[in-house]
């Protein structure tokens, strides 16, 4: 084998490991630039979510009231009925809710005797009527796309504002 022979084996060697190493680096700028798209479409996907989703608290602006702090309208609004001593507190359900709107929130109060009252009375006839220092609530709405979510909140006897406990999508 000639010197000129020898030589071109190991220039063919050396442009074979060179073509390697750059397929390599190929591979791993495409693997990175997946990981950074998917982590984009991740957020890009969150955001669309958020930028649809209503979020509902409790107000005490001249009476309890939903407000919808959210960025969408929410729709199906009912706070999930319950007990306390021998009352039963029924929400009516409210229809829409849009961004920074608010409604008073009405309900009906009957006794567990029978008895019912036919007046739609508010929710500080609890605190009036009840020994009760708190009160949990649920709150279930939807937004435009259907997709239903809770706000879980506790109202509390004697305090400027009920504490959001938690928001979420229900899945």
């Not at 495409?30 to 969150?46: R, S």
């Not at 506790?154 to 999508?169: H, Q, R, V």
């Amino acid at each position: 084998m000639t010197d000129l022979a020898l030589w071109f084996q190991i220039y063919g060697i050396m442009i074979q490991t060179i073509q390697t190493i750059a397929l390599l680096i190929t591979l791993g700028v495409i693997i990175l630039y997946t990981i950074f798209t998917y982590g984009l479409k991740k957020t890009t996907v969150k955001q669309t979510e958020l930028s649809l989703r209503p979020c509902i608290i409790f107000t005490w602006d001249s009476g309890f009231r939903f407000k919808n702090t959210g960025l969408s309208p929410a729709l199906n609004i009912k706070i999930d009925d319950f007990e306390i001593d021998e009352y039963e507190f029924i929400f009516y359900r409210l229809d829409s809710l849009m961004p920074n709107e608010t409604k008073k929130i009405m309900m009906h109060i009957k006794k567990k005797a029978g008895e019912v009252s036919k007046m739609r009375k508010y929710l500080h006839f609890i605190f009036d009527t009840t020994k009760q220092k708190e009160i949990p609530l649920i709150i279930h709405y939807e937004n435009l796309e259907n997709e239903r979510y809770f706000s879980r909140l506790k109202i509390y006897a004697g305090l400027d504002k009920p504490k959001l406990l938690e928001t979420k999508k229900i899945r």
